[in-house]
């Protein structure tokens, strides 16, 4: 058993180096089903946050909704495809806010014109459904970095989270799309830390986390009938994953915290699998 100085020890350790108190966070995609609980936890944790999105009821929503629960935080509005955009955002949440020192990139999602349904070929998918998603997920996590990156850099020291995707370690079938700009993503962010780290020292970190199956807005009727029981797809999905369930949003925030804190201070160029074991299982 430890002692109480041991045991004092302990706490004081994990109170500072998983600490994100009073750090400055900016949350792309901050209102989403995602992003939100990430909002949520990290205003629990004392850090200052910042949310952006394009749509301005959801940030109003989201400003509501965290007030209710007695967290305050900042409603920033930018497409995050549009670079313009984000530099008018940029100069004002350093007049509102400061300069960012965590940017977590959640903005992303899917189209169904860049899916393969089950009686289409690669024929019948939409080229330009298939440039808005790769533009949303890779160039929307790309932009952010290149506008708010720069406080990072000013400072020599911060951390950039992206989001991943299962879909980025072993493509699944019918979501082209999203599955090739998901791999993007992992890819870019092992670069983005070698890029950060060579130009600015071992004080920025960039590194991803792949969700497994989590269920959406936007996967719901893929996933789920109408009666809440499981298609085809779904079944199969949870048949792959050795936990046999889909993963809850808040079931990513132990990662995510790490992930801003100092107790991951000699972490970068990683994609964090959260996934209830799908990664790891061949099938039998």
């Known amino acids: ?16 180096v998983f600490s994100v108190k009073n750090k400055n966070v900016l949350i792309t995609g901050g209102t989403g089903i995602l992003g939100l609980p990430m909002a949520k936890v990290l205003c629990e944790g004392g850090a200052n946050v910042a949310v952006l999105s394009r749509d301005v009821p959801s940030l109003l929503s989201a400003q509501g909704k965290m007030a209710a629960l007695g967290h305050r935080i900042t409603a920033i509005e930018a497409n995050v495809c549009d670079l313009k955009q984000l530099q008018r955002a940029h100069q004002q949440l350093r007049e509102q806010f400061g300069s960012v020192e965590i940017l977590i990139n959640a903005a992303g999602g899917n189209q169904k014109g860049a899916t393969i349904q089950i009686d289409q070929t690669v024929f019948d998918m939409d080229p330009n459904a298939m440039r808005a998603v790769v533009d949303l997920n890779l160039m929307g996590s790309l932009l952010p970095i ?4 720069r406080d990072l850099a000013e400072r020599k020291k911060g951390a950039v989270i992206n989001i991943s995707s299962m879909s980025a370690f072993r493509p699944l079938t019918r979501v082209a799309g999203y599955s090739a700009a998901k791999a993007a993503i992992s890819n870019l962010t092992q670069w983005l830390a070698v890029e950060f780290a060579q130009k600015y020292g071992e004080g920025i970190r960039v590194n ?16 789920t009938n109408t009666d809440g029981t499981l298609t085809e797809r779904g079944q199969q999905i949870v048949s792959h994953t050795p936990f046999g369930r889909f993963g809850q949003p808040e079931e990513l925030l132990g990662t995510l915290v790490w992930l801003c804190s100092d107790a ?7 994609v964090i699998p959260v996934d209830g ?3 790891a299982y061949a099938g039998v």
Do not use: C, D, H
């Open 1 to 16: 058993m430890l002692n109480v100085r041991e045991a004092l020890a302990s706490l004081t350790y994990e109170k500072v």
């Open 277 to 279: 074991g799908f990664s």
């Open 146 to 149: 290149q506008v708010f990156g």
């Open 264 to 270: 991951s201070k000699f972490v970068t160029g990683t």
């Open 208 to 223: 991803a986390i792949a969700p497994g199956f989590f269920l959406t807005e936007q996967n719901r009727e893929l996933l």
